[in-house]
């Protein structure tokens, strides 16, 4: 502090700036399943199986088929901007994977104890290493932190443990059970989204899953499973495309026969699992006119829309992204769900209890 009682500005240390930068990113337990599943998808997986104790604050592990790390990425794999989908800046233009930025384990490493097993289908056998602040870490003090050989899988498996051990304020301010259900949800989105690709989820220490879903499901098939069957038989197919915004989309759209206490809106862009009010807004008023007052749809939307007109970098979490002729698409997609739906809903079903007098 100076004679004039202001403090001097002084820069950071490196721990300091990745954990606050890891507080960003790794938000919930949530934010940080959704960070290891796209992981997964972009490693080639057929199967996820997740598995949490008390909502995944205590313990968090996802095991994947895909193709694996190899041992000599290791070393860095937990560094922050260390990542194999982006070389140039100027890449971000083209980004057809669901990560980039080399940052989600990075961030889970400097608020859990993080450790890694994995094997490619090169390896003789899989690999385990342990991690703490985006460094190797060895697994009890005095022992080396180099990767140990062991016997596994080909594929990954990510264990964190105690997540925000670093962070105790946000830590007490977390209920076990309500991260239990943020974390179900990411699953069951990217379980309907992901076509080919079998998710589990399970509480540690119980012996059937909370979710499971088969690689050979289509989507009404894991929207019925996951869901309930009266959303999976009211749903209709539609999609929407324009050359000139360079987008195409599709979705299932429940019918007026269906009529939920919730809005429920998946909506993916680009394979990305993302939040829109603008097409959320847009989608309620088409059922304004169909649905009773107090009734809500379900929608699955995916839009994939041209990579040089989106900008995914826009947000920590990557919950929400960027694109040109966003108001033009969304009315595009609004129109085509509406036509589709007035087609199917000239006659609805009303269902009422028989009365029978003896």
């Known amino acids: 502090m100076d004679d ?3 403090k001097r500005i002084c820069k950071l240390d490196d721990v300091v700036i990745n954990r606050i930068a890891a507080g960003e990113v790794v938000q919930r337990p949530c934010n940080a399943i959704k960070e290891l599943i796209e992981n997964s998808i972009d490693a ?4 996820i199986s997740v598995s949490v104790d008390d909502g995944g604050l205590k313990t968090l592990q996802i095991t994947d088929t895909g193709h694996g790390i190899r041992k000599e990425d290791l070393s860095i794999v937990c560094e922050r901007f260390t ?3 982006l070389r140039t800046f100027s890449d971000l233009q083209s980004i057809n994977t669901h990560g980039f930025r080399g940052e989600a384990l990075a961030s889970i490493s400097h608020v859990s104890y993080v450790t890694i097993q994995t094997k490619t289908a090169n390896d003789k056998c899989a690999w385990i290493a342990h991690y703490r602040d985006g460094i190797l870490h060895p697994k009890k003090p005095g022992m080396p932190s180099d990767p140990k050989p062991c016997a596994g899988n080909v594929g990954t498996t990510i264990t964190a443990e105690d997540l925000f051990y670093n962070m105790a304020t946000r830590k007490r301010a977390m209920n076990g059970r309500d991260e239990f259900n943020r974390i179900a949800h990411v699953i069951t989105c990217y379980a309907v989204h992901n076509t080919g ?7 540690v220490g119980d012996n059937m899953p909370k979710i499971r879903t ?3 499901a289509t989507k009404v098939d894991s929207i019925s499973n996951l869901f309930g069957p009266a959303v999976g038989k009211e749903l209709i197919e539609f999609s929407c495309d324009d050359k000139s915004f360079g987008f195409t989309s599709s979705g299932l759209l429940s019918n007026a026969n ?3 206490k919730s809005f429920r809106f998946l909506l993916f862009i680009n394979n990305r699992l993302v939040e829109s009010n603008a097409a959320k807004k847009a989608l309620e008023a088409v059922y304004s006119s169909v649905l009773p007052k107090n009734s809500y749809p379900f929608v699955y939307l995916s839009i994939h829309i041209d990579p040089q007109n989106i900008d995914v970098n826009v947000h920590p979490t990557k919950n929400e992204v960027h694109f040109l002729h966003e108001d033009a698409i969304i009315a595009g997609i609004q129109a085509k769900a509406q036509q589709t739906l007035y ?3 000239t006659s609805r079903n009303y269902y009422t209890q028989a009365r029978f007098v003896f």
């Open 343 to 345: 087609k199917c809903s």
């Open 83 to 85: 990542t194999s989908k």
């Open 214 to 216: 088969s690689s050979k």
């Open 4 to 6: 004039d009682g202001n």
């Open 44 to 47: 080639g997986s057929d199967s």
């Open 197 to 203: 690709v079998a998710f589990s989820l399970k509480k």
């Open 258 to 260: 269906y009529s939920g």
